[in-house]
């Protein structure tokens, strides 16, 4: 069957400091993942997303790698602020489409000042 | 852009009640949302894929009589928690797109 699941729950960095997250997925034929970063009580924020075709893509202080040989995600967070502090989740879309999502556990980062 | 909203943001009901969540794309159309579950420090779980104009497509084990869906516009989808019972309290959050899937901000239903 298919599952994503991440390594740790909980991650407590210094600000300043860069994060990295880690998610490890079962199901080879997943082409499209996303990371969420979701705030206590707030649905999901959209972070950055990666298609199978590529192995790594940067925005604005993060990174996502992929590594489909051992079918493994991680999002790197630089700098982290402390209003980074979340819970981050990796998912994964299948067949092309953003559609029926499946969600990791969830990471909790949290950010001392 | 592509802003979901949810209505009510929290709600209270009595076992026993029928309870109904919308979801509206405030600024753009979708044929498709989607309707998940979160319980307390757990992921999101995918419900149902609400298809504007037929019926809502749902998950393994989710109870389609119990989670009336209905999406009558591409701006529009409602849950209804039918005969809401204490175990169905939880974090519904509900999400838009064709494409790239927008988030709404979620509905916390405590059912006393």
């Known amino acids: 069957g298919e599952s994503v699941g991440l390594h740790l729950p909980t991650l407590s960095v210094q600000e300043g400091d860069n994060s990295i997250i880690n998610c490890a997925y079962s199901n080879s034929a997943s082409d499209y993942f996303i990371w969420y970063k979701q705030e206590s009580g707030k649905g999901p924020q959209f972070i950055i997303d990666i298609r199978s075709n590529m192995d790594k893509r940067q925005g604005q202080r993060v990174t996502v790698l992929l590594n489909k040989t051992v079918k493994h995600l991680s999002l790197q967070i630089a700098a982290t602020q402390p209003g980074d502090s979340a819970v981050y989740f990796c998912?994964?879309?299948?067949?092309?489409?953003?559609?029926?999502?499946?969600f990791g556990k969830g990471t909790k980062l949290s950010v001392k000042p | 852009g592509a802003v979901v909203s949810q209505h009510p943001s929290w709600v209270i009901c009595k076992s026993g009640t029928s309870v109904k969540i919308e979801c509206r794309s405030l600024?753009?159309?979708?044929?498709?949302m989607f309707w998940y579950r979160q319980f307390p420090k757990q992921s999101l779980m995918l419900m149902a894929t609400?298809?504007?104009?037929?019926?809502?497509?749902?998950e393994q084990g989710v109870e389609k009589d119990k989670f009336l869906i209905n999406h009558a516009s591409l701006t529009l989808s409602t849950l209804t928690v039918t005969s809401a019972h204490p175990e169905d309290s939880s974090f519904y959050i509900c999400?838009?797109?064709?494409?790239?899937?927008?988030f709404g901000p979620g509905t916390r239903l405590t059912v006393t």
């Open positions: 609400s298809n504007e104009g037929s019926k809502a497509t749902y």
């Open positions: 999400s838009a797109g064709d494409r790239e899937q927008y």
């Open positions: 998912a994964r879309a299948g067949g092309g489409s953003q559609g029926n999502l499946i």
């Open positions: 600024d753009f159309q979708a044929t498709t």
